[in-house]
């Protein structure tokens, strides 16, 4: 699972490394985003170039009654993406994009407790998390709202002791096929997503426990030497 990242690049840093060629979205560093925030994502526009947007964490089906399916679609398994009801049509339909993240945080049991961690990349640049976008319509009000999920893979050596599973991470070479800017078959995709990140290509380490509290949301979060375990967070919401 990954349900909490943080993305403090600049935006105009992250449009000249993923080469986005849209206006900059206006939006602050988060340290602690959480689902149903909304976080800067890489997709094609209708030209085919790269275009850096906005979109709401937590994927609602184009064809959804409501907006609450969201809340239960943040992360999609990329054994299952494919098949899977909430997933499938956006997966068919190439609404594949990149979330760029400087980091994402899981928790390790100790005790009644857990401690958080921050996995980062080991060069200090984004990770290129592995996405899907929708757009779903409220049929009463005809407001329009984007959304996206995480895909998740079996963990890497740095991150199975802590987590059992580990959000799809795309290298570099690799970004132009997610983004269907040549063409991948099927094959090509699922060997992209199941595989995890080399584990030598990451860094992890335990952070301030304030984080476990989404209202905390500042740099000191990510200070290394200043965490403190906290209380089990409370079970995840089902999974679509």
Not at 124 to 130: M, V
Request: charged residues 20%.
């Amino acid at each position: 699972m990954c349900g909490r990242t943080f993305q403090k690049t600049p935006l105009g840093d992250i449009q000249n490394l993923f080469g986005t060629v849209n206006p900059v979205p206006n939006a602050a560093p988060n340290y602690n985003a959480a689902p149903t925030d909304k976080l800067p994502v890489v997709r094609r526009d209708r030209d085919g170039r790269r275009s850096l947007d906005l979109l709401r964490w937590g994927l609602i089906p184009y064809w959804s009654k409501d907006v609450s399916m969201g809340a239960r679609c943040i992360n999609a398994m990329a054994e299952t993406v494919a098949t899977k009801p909430a997933f499938r049509d956006a997966f068919a339909r190439g609404q594949r994009c990149i979330v760029p993240v400087d980091g994402f945080y899981e928790w390790k049991k100790a005790g009644t407790s857990k401690q958080p961690h921050a996995f980062v990349g080991a060069d200090g640049l984004p990770l290129a998390l592995a996405g899907l976008w929708d757009r779903w319509t409220d049929r009463t009000t005809g407001e329009t709202v984007q959304t996206f999920t995480i895909l998740t893979t079996v963990p890497n050596e740095l991150c199975a002791p802590i987590h059992d599973r580990m959000p799809v991470i795309l290298p570099r070479e690799k970004w132009a096929a997610w983004l269907g800017e040549h063409s991948a078959g099927p094959d090509e995709l699922r060997w992209m997503i199941l595989l995890p990140y080399p584990a030598e290509r990451m860094r992890v380490y335990a952070v301030d426990g304030r984080v476990g509290n989404v209202r905390n949301n500042d740099a000191a979060l990510l200070s290394a030497g200043h965490s403190a375990p906290q209380p089990a967070l409370s079970a995840a919401p089902p999974a679509c």
